[in-house]
């Protein structure tokens, strides 16, 4: 049986399908996450289905954790849930090495695909296919209250280190106000807290596994690392922060009860928009923090949309892909939204628009995709790709294994050493099942 078929899903068999061609009266289902990005393309849609009027589009919209699994099962059996997948760069070359994705090499020329930034589109390209569309890019980056900065007396360098990020936090918390001077991802999966402290872990010199595949976690820098996060966030940050992801640190951001965030270089439109933001006009970004060792902790991902290799409406599916992803779909946003609200981190020519360059979080958000480097993530050297993921079948399973350890360190029911512990033995566990290791 298929190594990564097994690995992702347990003992599925693979069942073919055909692939129909596109007709009148088409349903596209779309699974997609439910970050403010995709809630606006949804509402944006009636462009695409005023120009294409045999193609109705039905949408699943799911929190990320959720999302993973739900597509996951469906491309690795060929299940035919979903015509189009939202998915992120940790997935597509996995994918398409399986032949589990549609090639998108035949987009049409307007599409311009060289526009597209090249990190972005390499980690979207396998053996020369682009097997996804990246809807937007990101990094992470930290959002701060400039407010607060200014009343402890301290100024954001543009490139802090993290023990001035947690000086900065002691400062700027005032508990009996609400106000918590850090906000960090604590809810558990490979894709919430995981890639935040995958990315962290990397600046203070850590690493999945050495050049033998032997898992670190018992290393004096893992330890490090974790120490200084939940010593930090018991400190400074919110009460519950164990069940924190993306949406919910966005959330408390808004309200006003964070002094700094670090997170997806893509909130900066969400913490600035005023018609959301309750400290909109209060916001200022600097590069994530490093330790010293000349690694920052900030990561490279896209959200993309990709269509399984079980769609029966293939040719219907790269229209709506070709479109939601384009140049045109980005002056959609700047039309009806403003330029600040306009998908990130996807196009060359987005960064050279002079109205986009005026967006206070523009450059930033360049800087930040463009140094975070994906082939060689970690200080010292690794035999993986990825920056905040290893970009193997079972690191999805074993990051979301570690990452519960970790969010229960943070939640006090457990001790770092017993999470590193445990988080080592369950990853050697699984890599050697995996055939890494004898």
């Given at each position: 049986m298929n190594k990564t078929i097994k690995t992702l899903l347990g003992a599925t068999m693979l069942v073919a399908t055909g692939t129909g061609a596109y007709a009148a009266d088409t349903t596209l289902t779309?699974?997609?996450v439910n970050n403010g990005d995709m809630i606006r393309?949804?509402?944006?849609?009636?462009?695409?289905?005023?120009a294409n009027p045999g193609i109705a589009l039905e949408w699943v919209t799911l929190e990320e954790n959720v999302l993973r699994q739900r597509v996951t099962q469906d491309v690795a059996t060929k299940g035919g849930q979903f015509d189009i997948m939202t998915i992120g760069t940790y997935e597509v070359p996995i994918w398409g090495k399986q032949g589990w994705l549609v090639s998108l090499n035949d987009l049409p020329k307007s599409y311009d695909v060289d526009d597209l930034l090249p990190a972005i589109r390499g980690g979207l390209t396998v053996d020369g296919e682009l097997y996804a569309a990246p809807?937007?890019?990101?990094?992470?980056?930290?959002?701060?209250?400039?407010?607060?900065?200014e009343k402890a007396g301290m100024e954001m360098p543009e490139a802090p280190s993290w023990h001035a990020i947690r000086r900065a936090a002691a400062l700027m918390t005032d508990k009996d106000e609400g106000i918590y001077g850090i906000c960090l991802r604590g809810k558990a999966g490979w894709g919430e807290n995981m890639a935040f402290l995958t990315a962290t872990a990397n600046s203070f010199g850590a690493r999945w596994f050495d050049e033998d595949w032997n898992p670190q976690f018992d290393s004096p820098e893992w330890k490090e690392a974790l120490t200084f996060y939940i010593d930090m966030m018991n400190a400074y940050g919110p009460p519950g922060a164990s069940s924190n992801g993306f949406n919910e640190n966005l959330a408390l951001f808004q309200q006003g009860k964070c002094g700094m965030w670090i997170d997806a270089t893509v909130a900066a439109s969400f913490v600035t928009n005023p018609d959301?933001?309750?400290?909109?006009d209060k916001v200022g970004f600097a590069l994530a923090p490093d330790n010293g060792l000349g690694k920052r902790g900030n990561w490279l991902w896209a959200w993309s949309l990709a269509i399984p290799a079980g769609t029966d409406d293939e040719d219907a599916a790269k229209k709506f892909v070709a479109w939601a992803t384009s140049k045109d779909y980005l002056a959609l946003v700047a039309e009806n939204e403003g330029w600040a609200n306009v998908p990130p981190g996807t196009r060359t020519s987005l960064y050279e628009n002079e109205e986009y360059a005026k967006v206070p979080f523009a450059?930033?958000?360049?800087?930040?995709?463009n140094s975070a480097d994906p082939t060689a993530p970690t200080v010292d050297p690794v035999p993986y790709t990825g920056v905040q993921f290893v970009a193997i079948p079972e690191f999805q399973g074993i990051a979301t294994a570690v990452g519960q350890q970790f969010s229960a360190a943070l939640a006090g029911t457990t001790d770092v050493d017993t999470a590193l512990a445990n988080a080592q033995s369950l990853a050697t566990r699984e890599m050697k099942r995996?055939?890494?290791l004898k």
């Open positions: 779309i699974a997609t393309m949804q509402g944006l849609t009636e462009d695409f289905t005023k809807f937007y890019g990101e990094s992470s980056m930290v959002m701060y209250r400039k407010d607060l900065m959301d933001s309750t400290v909109a450059k930033m958000t360049l800087d930040s995709i995996g055939g890494y």
